[in-house]
């Protein structure tokens, strides 16, 4: 089931980041500070979470400053266990129709050139991204950023 983010799952979703070991320090405290903003009815960001038997997956978009219907989605995590069982590809897709019944036109994502991520581009392109642009050296040396997008279409 997916569903909005409760406050009753902030616990849930901080450990699921901290277990996947992506995140240092300082990105941890930026969830927990951003998901503080969406639970206090600060922010527009949309966070969803995939529930089976706890809390499996979550995802984190927000709108694009100074664009007209862009949005991006910034996190997206599913546990190790269980990944490659549909729970990335359905959060994405909640996502997607949440924002076209909204009436957004154009949803990014941003990643990691090193191998690691790998997977990730793969996932992106199955659901449906092209890959729009890389930015050299923008994470850390040798380490780009590429940028996928997506149009985002009723029916």
Request: hydrophobic residues 40%; charged residues 25%.
């Amino acid at each position: 089931m997916i569903r909005p983010v409760i406050p009753g799952d902030i616990d849930a979703v901080f450990a699921l980041a901290k277990k996947l070991e992506m995140f240092d320090k300082h990105g941890l405290e930026l969830i927990k500070a951003t998901l503080a903003d969406y639970l206090s009815g600060n922010s527009n960001d949309l966070w969803f979470c995939a529930e089976e038997n706890g809390l499996v997956g979550v995802i984190y978009c927000a709108p694009e400053p100074m664009t007209c219907g862009t949005w991006n989605v910034l996190m997206l995590l599913v546990s190790r266990d269980r990944q490659r069982q549909g729970y990335g590809s359905a959060l994405m897709s909640y996502v997607e129709q949440t924002l076209v019944d909204r009436g957004e036109r154009l949803l990014i994502v941003e990643t990691s050139s090193l191998d690691e991520f790998e997977p990730a581009r793969k996932f992106y392109f199955k659901c449906g991204f092209n890959e729009e642009a890389r930015i050299r050296d923008f994470y850390a040396a040798e380490e780009d950023k590429i940028v996928f997008s997506k149009t985002l279409e009723s029916g």
